[in-house]
């Protein structure tokens, strides 16, 4: 007779501990390579932006996303643990502290001298837009033609969001010749010439 054979599942694969991951996240901060990585990509979009320039056309546009884009909110994220809690994430943004990313302050200027439109699009709702608007002026970006912010009653995704609005830009002529973000939703959709992807190993947004 022959005997059954049961067959032992596979072990599972154990991700790498929560706290691991925090800690080498908290490590790529403080080495200075994240804000290099973030100063490579900036530079290339000034680069681009020089370039593009130089052929013509008219209402030449760039779109800026905000967070962990223009305004770095890494004082709010290690203090939270990197967990999302609405009230205090409220209160961070009305408080206006969130300090510029310093390279890409740069390619924002770069855009108001080269004489492109700079319009800012956010997954911010609506009813955070006043301390939005303090903070750019805190930084020294309040030279924007449009700030964009979701609206609070909004159901769709951050991403489709942007990608609507973009997509109305274009018709209303924009030309669209970068998009600047750190989520892959903030540049889905096209709308856009070229894309700039910079690092967030924070958290993501769809």
């Known amino acids: 007779m022959w005997s059954s054979c049961v067959l032992a599942a596979p072990p599972s694969r154990e991700p790498a501990n929560l706290d691991t991951l925090k800690q080498e996240i908290q490590r790529y901060v403080d080495s200075g ?3 290099e990585d973030v100063a490579a990509v900036a530079a290339e979009a000034t680069a681009w932006l ?4 130089e052929r013509g056309g008219k209402r030449l546009t760039v779109v800026f996303d905000l967070d962990e884009t223009l305004i770095s909110n890494w004082s709010h994220l290690k203090e939270m643990g990197f967990a999302y809690v609405p009230g205090a994430w409220t209160a961070w943004v009305q408080s206006a502290r969130g300090p510029a990313l310093e390279p890409v302050r740069d390619v924002h ?3 108001r001298c080269l004489g492109i439109d700079v319009i800012f699009l956010t997954g911010r709702p609506e009813s955070e837009r006043r301390g939005t608007e303090k903070n750019l002026r805190a930084i020294g970006c309040d030279d924007y033609a449009a700030l964009w912010c979701k609206p609070d009653e909004a159901k769709e995704t951050t991403g489709a969001f ?3 609005v973009r ?3 274009e018709a209303e002529g924009h030309v669209i010749i970068a998009n600047i973000g ?3 939703s903030d540049l889905a959709g096209g709308h856009a010439e ?3 992807k ?3 190993p924070f958290y993501l947004i769809p």
């Open 109 to 111: 200027r770069a855009a």
């Open 167 to 169: 997509a109305r830009l």
């Open 182 to 184: 750190d989520q892959a």
């Open 50 to 53: 020089e370039l593009r320039t």
């Open 194 to 196: 070229k894309t700039f």
């Open 162 to 164: 942007k990608t609507a």
């Open 198 to 200: 910079l690092p967030n």
């Open 33 to 35: 390579k994240y804000r």
